[in-house]
């Protein structure tokens, strides 16, 4: 495996783990290796006899080896916009995970098929709130009488079932770069905010952008009776955060903040929001993933930089900036597993099978709820 960063020795998947972390954040085994050199004509070719019928569009966190096939990179929900912009290709082939290619089917014109590579590219964020989960929710807020004061807020990362909940109760969708602007909206129309799914991401928005108190957000567990908050608190509180959270930025902690401080002089520690609430407060800098990497092409040749985001974006942003000192914030390697699926010879099955008649692992939304979740993305749309 090459090593993604300078100054900072790393470890070795597996080699190590940290028992302060969330659950669901270890990073068992090691990345697969590279595919065939052979694939990568096979794709070409895939593509090429294709050509303007298909789309490929490549999250930001995805391999090398997949993202030199991707005609644009960015995050989720640009991706679904560009996608959208593209009526006259019929296939979007989506490199990133499950709830991505959700988006992009929602977005996208009716005679668009999206395609994921790999079915099992799933989010283990998106994962943590179900519909019936998140229903029930609504259901003690019903009962503690607060649910008529509360506008509901999903974080792009969710399934198209929990942003159609949200369109249905009159809520909206954001990005980690425009969640401020919709937590504004949403309390212009509310007393209270139930966010989904990440409790980090709407944790540091609310205390860190808004000025509330730490007190002011619980945290509601789908796995604990009541979520487990008494109706009171549920009444006292003005932001109620989902119990929630990414597997790779959940792992992050202030020690490995502290750590690297240490070791290298005059470090630069750029993380996203989706942090915890300690690591983006010992942090200098927080943004999005647009906003980390604009940061790094704008920072002075030498300075040096550690990032708290997936390893993937990390060392590319390490390798396409060698006058700077690009490093991952942490001293073991964490991948994001589920974005890893969609690998090479996955995307070759995928182009192959498109090229040959055969439109396979398409991504489709039911009618209903893509009709209330395009809502609460409209609203999205339409903020500030």
């Known amino acids: 495996m090459t090593t993604p960063v300078r100054d900072l020795p790393l470890l070795l998947l597996g080699s190590a783990a ?11 085994g090691e990345l697969p290796p590279a595919s065939d050199p052979a694939l990568v004509e096979r794709a070409r070719a895939a593509k090429a006899a294709l050509g303007e019928k298909v789309f490929v569009l490549g999250h930001h966190y995805q391999r090398d080896e997949v993202i030199q096939f991707a005609d644009v990179t960015g995050d989720s929900f640009k991706l679904a916009q560009k996608a959208a912009a593209r009526p006259e290709a019929p296939y979007i082939v989506f490199c990133g995970v499950h709830f991505m290619a959700e988006s992009a089917d929602i977005l996208t014109a ?6 994921l590579p790999d079915l099992g590219a799933g989010c283990s964020m998106a994962d943590m709130a179900t519909f019936d989960q998140v229903e029930e929710c609504w259901d003690v807020l019903e009962d503690a009488g607060v649910a008529d004061d509360v506008v509901p807020v999903t974080y792009m990362n969710s399934s198209a079932d929990i942003k159609g909940f949200v369109g249905r109760h009159g809520g909206v969708v954001c990005t980690s770069s425009n969640a401020k602007r919709a937590l504004d909206w949403a309390y212009g129309n509310g007393k209270k905010v139930l966010f989904l799914p990440d409790q980090h991401l709407g ?16 945290v509601y567990s789908p796995h604990r009776r009541e979520g487990g908050l008494t109706p009171q608190r549920l009444r006292d509180a003005k932001m109620i955060l989902w119990r929630g959270h990414c597997s790779v930025h959940g792992r992050f902690t202030k020690e490995s903040v502290d750590d690297v401080r240490a070791r290298v002089p005059g470090v630069n520690v750029l993380v996203h929001p989706e942090c915890r609430h300690e690591v983006v407060t010992a942090a200098d800098r927080i943004g999005s993933t647009e906003y980390i990497i604009k940061t790094i092409e704008a920072a002075e040749p030498g300075s040096s930089w550690a990032v708290g985001t997936e390893l993937n974006l990390v ?3 390490a390798n396409a900036h060698p006058d700077k000192n690009v490093m991952f914030l942490d ?6 597993s589920t974005m890893n699926r969609i ?28 009709h209330h ?6 609203q999205m ?3 500030p």
């Not at 940290?18 to 068992?28: F, K, N, Q, W």
């Not at 108190?213 to 619980?218: L, M, N, R």
């Not at 690998?343 to 709820?369: C, F, M, Q, W, Y």
Request: proline letters at 5%; glycine letters at 6%.
């Open 18 to 28: 940290d028992p302060a972390s969330e659950r669901g954040v270890d990073c068992p």
């Open 110 to 115: 009716a005679h668009q098929r999206v395609i």
């Open 203 to 218: 944790r540091n928005t609310a205390v860190l952008e808004m000025g509330f108190s730490p007190d002011d957000c619980v």
């Open 315 to 317: 060392r590319r942003l």
């Open 331 to 336: 001293k073991a390697v964490c991948y994001c």
């Open 343 to 370: 690998d090479l010879p996955h995307l070759v099955l995928s182009l192959e099978s498109l090229a040959a008649g055969r439109v396979e692992n398409v991504i489709e939304v039911d009618g209903e709820t893509a």
């Open 373 to 378: 979740a395009r809502a609460a993305l409209d």
């Open 381 to 383: 749309l339409a903020l």
